[in-house]
T-cell receptor
Framework: DTEVTQTPKHLVMGMTNKKSLKCEQHMGHRAMYWYKQKAKKPPELMFVYSYEKLSINESVPSRFSPECPNSSLLNLHLHALQPEDSALYLC??????????????FGEGSWLTVV | AQSVTQPDIHITVSEGASLELRCNYSYGATPYLFWYVQSPGQGLQLLLKYFSGDTLVQGIKGFEAEFKRSQSSFNLRKPSVHWSDAAEYFCAVGSDYGSGNTGKLIFGQGTTLQVKP
């Protein structure tokens, strides 16, 4: 079972709202990721969690705040977003953080629209 | 620095025809290579991967890819395309990140496959 589950599938939020995206995996993976994807573009890495600790932040603005409550869950808290933040947000996981050869499994994504 | 190039932005093939999507990579060591497919409005699904060993890799949905070190290529092929194969295809290489490996993926820009009836 290689499944990464993301909720909600669609989210519309105003620029003053606070919302969260949620991600869950039950594959025992120890690395979890947030990617952002704009239309017709490849995914761009935002954050990497390794053994529930933030290991990589790709210079993401502070209006995006990740959280890893436990090894199965990953959240992305959103606050004071801009319309240009509208995109597909993909969660992903892999078995071991410290390997270039990891297979990274993606969820279906959360479509975010900022109005 | 690692990079991935997919030379074809858009490809159109007839249903039942064969398909080859090109991917070239730049990587200093043995690369870990992946092909992902993304249907409209969906996440990325892993088609196949190459880590080592046999250079011809079989994947899901009848896809295969061949790793050619001399050409720095990892082209994706399918002998007979189905209408449901219409999607965006991404080639990616697993990268080293600074002093530690993270499994970070470096993606190509993607190739949009259109299938004509």
């Amino acid at each position: 079972d290689t499944e990464v589950t993301q909720t909600p599938k669609h989210l519309v939020m105003g620029m003053t709202n606070k919302k969260s995206l949620k991600c869950e995996q039950h594959m025992g993976h120890r690395a979890m990721y947030w990617y952002k994807q704009k239309a017709k573009k490849p995914p761009e890495l935002m954050f990497v969690y390794s053994y529930e600790k933030l290991s990589i932040n790709e210079s993401v603005p502070s209006r995006f705040s990740p959280e890893c409550p436990n090894s199965s869950l990953l959240n992305l808290h959103l606050h004071a977003l801009q319309p240009e933040d509208s995109a597909l947000y993909l969660c992903a996981s892999s078995q071991e953080p410290q390997s270039s050869g990891n297979t990274i499994y993606f969820g279906e994504g959360s479509w975010l629209t900022v109005v | 620095a690692q990079s991935v190039t997919q030379p074809d932005i858009h490809i159109t093939v007839s249903e039942g025809a064969s398909l080859e999507l090109r991917c070239n990579y730049s990587y200093g060591a043995t690369p870990y290579l992946f092909w992902y497919v993304q249907s409209p409005g969906q996440g990325l699904q892993l088609l196949l991967k190459y880590f080592s060993g046999d250079t011809l890799v079989q994947g899901i949905k009848g896809f295969e890819a061949e790793f050619k070190r001399s050409q720095s290529s990892f082209n994706l092929r399918k002998p007979s395309v189905h209408w449901s194969d219409a999607a965006e295809y991404f080639c990616a290489v697993g990268s080293d990140y600074g002093s530690g490996n993270t499994g970070k993926l470096i993606f190509g820009q993607g190739t949009t496959l259109q299938v004509k009836p």
